[in-house]
């Protein structure tokens, strides 16, 4: 939402017109009525065409399992498995979109310390630690395995989830274009 704000914003962000030429110092006409748009809407007043210029938009992708969520619930972002920031723009010539950054987020599954079972963890009044939590070990990892016992995911991401999530923001009628086209909708003043 603070990406769609703020494209909007920048949209409709105008800048004072500037005077002076050349090598001159500066100056600035303080008549805001003559003011330009720092992203104008048409590229020139005689072809009324689009201008292919315009701020990018960051997208919020998360992907858990195989599945890959738009704009995540807060729910969501916690039993993510990867958090991607995916930024894009049209781009100028084809008008296609283009990629211009990925970020990746460290969602909390992965910030969370591991649990302790029942049966290491012994009360400050000195009773016995249940017997009910039993091992057993992961042949994966080599690690013991406690069932109902919190472990935080290991390893990384396949690459083929990766490029799913960027592909489904590029690709021709995918997100992201529905976002672009969405906000080119939005009348700014």
Known sequence: MLSLTTHLALLS?????????GEE?????DDWAVAEYLYPRTSSPKTGTQSPVRPPVTLLVVSVG???????????????????????TRDTEAGNLKLLSIRTIDPPSRLTQPAVPNSENVNMLGATPSTEDVAVLNPATGEEE?????????????RSVIAHMIKTVLKKGGVGEEVLEGLEGVEVE
């Open 66 to 88: 195989e599945n890959v969520i738009f704009d995540p619930s807060r729910e969501e972002i916690a039993v993510a498995d990867a958090v991607l920031a995916i930024s894009v």
């Open 146 to 158: 406690v069932p109902g016992v919190w472990r935080p995911r290991r390893g990384g991401l396949k």
């Open 25 to 29: 110092d500066p100056f600035f006409d």
């Open 13 to 21: 962000t105008k800048l004072p017109k500037l005077k002076s030429q």
